[in-house]
């Protein structure tokens, strides 16, 4: 399974993005995908995801961007999106797109930069 993630970039402080990423997996629709970042000396984290498969299927967010991203999924083009709103400087990091077959298999993006200046 390939994911390509586009969409990163350069924005100013309380711009949009939107993330995307697109999973060669013949079973998107009933995989579980999300977004993960990771900050220059910092462990990887959780950012947002689909927790299961099916275009309404549950959603764990993080905290910390609660009510500014949401991720929704086009199970038709085998892709996860993130609309980031209000962004901050703090959420400068590189963005990973994650896919599980549950239960058994996890794949990686190769991540895409965003940068939030102030």
């Known amino acids: 399974v390939q994911l390509q993630a586009s969409g990163g970039g350069l924005v100013q402080a309380g711009g949009s993005l939107r993330l995307s990423c697109a999973a060669s997996?013949?079973?998107?629709?009933?995989?579980?995908v999300g977004w993960y970042r990771q900050a220059p000396g910092k462990a990887r984290e959780l950012v947002a995801a689909?927790?299961?498969?099916?275009?309404?299927?549950?959603?764990t967010y993080a905290d910390f961007v609660r009510d500014r991203f949401t991720i929704s999924r086009d199970n038709a083009k085998k892709t996860v999106y993130l609309q980031m709103n209000g962004l901050m400087p703090e959420d400068t990091a590189m963005y990973y797109c994650?896919?599980?077959?549950?239960?058994?298999?996890?794949?990686w993006g190769l991540g895409t930069q965003v940068t939030v200046s102030s």
């Open positions: 994650n896919l599980k077959q549950i239960p058994r298999f996890e794949y």
């Open positions: 689909f927790t299961s498969g099916g275009s309404r299927g549950a959603i």
């Open positions: 997996s013949r079973t998107f629709s009933i995989d579980a």
